[in-house]
């Protein structure tokens, strides 16, 4: 790479081919997308400012001050992207899926799993899994917190990129088999009743969630799962206490109704994916190779 490009770094370089993938996804079905000239400008935005950002203001740092600016970027900017899919999904695929993914762990399992764990509710378990799902924005941030903490830079960015790459496939997914949660959508047996937070808790979650149709995968079980593999090869006393957090989180997205298993079980086979894929694009643009811990 030459030029001003030569200074971007893999997270620059994900985070612009994402929103320019955006870009063109909505302008090709722009007949059917409401406020398509605005989508497509704003994606394209983003793509050139944090590529500006990447190329013109980020080597003006130190390494270590450049890596946690572009943390912070991350951390802002996965919500926007997340919350934009709201005007996104829904037009550019009007189809549905949560019919044919019931019927998928129906024929996986010869039951609704959501509704053979009914018999095992108990308002302390659905207390203490309503608390664990609510935590997955935490839990990368924990991973880059710990690692910042031991000055472990490159590791950090690796594990930036990384995490990306997880999210922004899932979103994709979601564009290719829309569906919403099952709680949203069909009616159970049995309510979920916690203690204490469990209804205040999901309440919050409902509005902070204007895009729905976020099922397939589960980027809750990938991005998660994601965190707990780089923290086994960067950060080892921290994935002692991210791998069983990780499984309550997995048995959670069940249990709440907020996933078909068949997401979870992509999200988890995703995951060796999305880690070859960050180790790679930081091997290859920025020339980085991270030891372990």
Partial sequence: MTGATAHLRA???IHAVYFGAVAAIVALFSARVPNAAILVAANLGAAVGIAALGAFVLPRFEESTATVLR????????PFAFTELAFVVGFVNPNRYERALIDVDVRLFGVDPMRALEPYH???LTELLQIVYASFYFIPL???IALAARKRWPQLETSIATVLVGFYLSYFGY???PAESPYHLFAFDEPLVGLWATDAIRASIDRAEIHRLNCFPSGHVEVTFVTVALAKRYAKPLFAVLFPWGCLLFLATIYLRYHYTIDTLVG????PVVV???GFLRRRIDGETTRSA
């Fill in 71 to 78: 943390c912070a970027i991350a951390t802002i900017v996965i």
């Fill in 11 to 13: 997270i620059d370089w």
């Fill in 276 to 278: 070859w894929a960050g």
């Fill in 175 to 177: 564009m290719i088999v």
């Fill in 122 to 124: 108990h308002p302390a």
């Fill in 142 to 144: 924990a991973l880059g």
């Fill in 268 to 271: 988890l086979g995703l995951v």
